[in-house]
């Protein structure tokens, strides 16, 4: 079974893609993850993340694995967990501008590929459904207003003992969707086929629900 959910950023693809994993038994990938380990690459080497040409130089110094420990995805830089250290505004950033090099995409393919060719996965991004798994069984387009996802993100990152602003949260949210649904290669849009969930007025569960839903319906 493959699952593929896409869509803008706070819009709770990381929470819905684990649910369904454990409520299904399957293998949870995030793949913002990947893009993120690469942005961390390109910082530590003190490269503009805007320099296509000297990260495209970076990729074949680097290495970038999925693993699972204790059934928990972890990202492999060099073989160094990197854990949290991918989870701050400024690598989100760098994520979103170094994953509109079609170079890095290309970089990350076979890692996700090989990946749900072996196992059942729901895996989220941008471009699950539209490059990565286009023979998805299930694909959800999750979505919510910009004040909903600002809100949602905003705190996370207090959760997080991250300093910020709900005000500066979206500003930099909507920047980065701009980059995201813009760029030339594997642009996040909605697969033709993909199902469309809005949940700016749903919670968690609720999104959770309604998707199981969406799924059942589509394997029958
Ligand atoms: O899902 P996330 O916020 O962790 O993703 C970080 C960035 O990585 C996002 O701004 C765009 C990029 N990304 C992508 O281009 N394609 C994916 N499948 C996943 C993420």
């Known amino acids: 079974m493959k699952i593929a959910?896409?869509?803008?950023?706070?819009?709770?693809?990381?929470?819905?893609?684990?649910?369904?994993?454990?409520?299904?038994?399957?293998?949870?990938?995030?793949?913002?993850?990947l893009y993120r380990t690469v942005g961390l690459a390109v910082k530590r080497a003190d490269i503009d993340p805007r320099d296509t040409a000297s990260v495209i130089r970076l990729l074949p110094e680097i290495e970038v694995e999925?693993?699972?420990?204790?059934?928990?995805?972890?990202?492999?830089?060099?073989?160094?967990?990197?854990g949290d250290?991918?989870?701050?505004?400024?690598?989100s950033m760098y994520a979103s501008l170094v994953s509109a090099i079609p170079e890095v995409r290309k970089f990350l393919f076979n890692t996700q590929r090989s990946i749900a060719e072996k196992n059942s996965v729901v895996m989220d991004g941008r471009d699950i459904g539209t490059v990565i798994l286009p023979d998805a069984d299930v694909k959800i387009f999750l979505t919510a207003s910009n004040e909903?996802?600002?809100?949602?993100?905003?705190?996370?990152?207090?959760?997080?003992?991250?300093?910020?602003?709900?005000?500066?949260?979206?500003?930099?949210?909507?920047?980065?969707?701009?980059?995201?649904?813009?760029?030339?290669?594997?642009?996040?849009?909605?697969?033709?086929?993909?199902?469309?969930?809005?949940n700016s007025h749903l919670d968690g569960e609720g999104t959770v629900l309604r998707a199981l839903e969406i799924i059942s319906e589509k394997l029958g």
């Open 5 to 33: 959910i896409d869509g803008p950023s706070g819009a709770g693809k990381s929470f819905l893609a684990k649910q369904i994993a454990s409520r299904l038994g399957i293998v949870y990938v995030d793949t913002g993850a």
């Open 66 to 82: 999925l693993t699972y420990i204790d059934g928990m995805q972890c990202v492999l830089l060099s073989g160094e967990n990197v």
């Open 85 to 91: 250290k991918i989870r701050t505004p400024e690598m």
């Open 148 to 198: 909903a996802r600002a809100h949602r993100r905003y705190l996370e990152l207090k959760e997080k003992g991250i300093e910020t602003t709900p005000e500066k949260v979206l500003e930099e949210m909507i920047e980065r969707d701009r980059n995201d649904s813009t760029r030339d290669v594997a642009p996040a849009v909605a697969a033709p086929d993909a199902v469309l969930l809005d």
